[in-house]
């Protein structure tokens, strides 16, 4: 089955600053990569997705890049904000299946 | 309001008392899902479901059942329910066509 992972598993920034959160993922035939936030006691909430034949997706504050090539996809949140402290999740998608990475916490440190 | 609910929203229960926790959206979508989540491990699907009458296995399914005999539900059934069966349990539901997955607000299931 695919394997996904995170790195980092924990991230403290200081706000303001930019956050990076990579998301490697080993089934070729992905080809749609979003990532979730969830904070605490809530449910994941899509924040930003793409798919596969785009590289780069961007949002005001957050931005997504592929690399299909490297099988990795990465999520940038610029300007952090003490509201952005969460667990952010990527579930790249193969087939009819979702399958979520083990999650990045991130702190931002006012 | 465009939503999926999933009821109970808390549950404790004791070893091997079977029980039920339902899932329904309002959406009209093909894909529906079921999750379980556990600190350090993400979410873990158990199954799902593309349709009525359609369901299969997700990563974990042992210890679960479910079915779907009508679109917009698709209830979770733990026959025997165990300790290890203690989590949080995510429903989800897609479009046909589409990606976005839209999640229910969780039920948290303690089995004694």
């Known amino acids: 089955g695919e394997n996904v992972e995170q790195h980092p598993s924990t991230l403290s920034v200081q706000e303001g600053d930019s956050a990076v959160i990579k998301c490697t993922y080993s089934?070729?035939?992905?080809?749609?990569f979003p990532w979730y936030k969830q904070e605490l006691g809530k449910r994941p909430q899509l924040i930003i997705d793409?798919?596969?034949?785009?590289g780069e997706k961007k949002d005001q504050r957050i931005a997504v890049t592929l690399n299909k090539t490297a099988k990795h996809f990465s999520l940038h949140i610029t300007e952090t904000q003490p509201e952005d402290s969460a667990v952010y999740f990527c579930?790249?998608?193969?087939?009819?299946?979702?399958?979520f990475g083990p999650g990045t916490r991130l702190s931002v440190l006012p | 309001e465009a939503q999926v609910t999933q009821n109970p929203r808390y549950l404790i229960t004791v070893t091997g008392k079977k029980l039920t926790v339902t899932c329904s959206q309002n959406m009209n979508h093909e894909y529906m899902s079921w999750y379980r989540q556990d600190p350090g491990l993400g979410l873990r699907q158990i199954y799902y479901s593309m349709n009525v009458e359609v369901t299969d296995k997700g990563d974990v399914p042992e210890g679960y059942k479910v079915s779907r005999k009508e679109k917009r539900n698709f209830p979770l059934i733990l026959e025997s329910p165990s300790p290890n069966q203690t989590s949080l349990y995510f429903c989800?539901?897609?479009?046909?066509?589409?990606?976005?997955?839209?999640f229910g607000p969780g039920t948290r299931l303690t089995v004694l």
């Open positions: 089934d070729s035939a992905s080809n749609y």
């Open positions: 793409i798919r596969s034949n785009v």
């Open positions: 989800a539901s897609v479009r046909q066509g589409g990606y976005e997955q839209f």
């Open positions: 579930a790249p998608r193969y087939g009819q299946n979702f399958v």
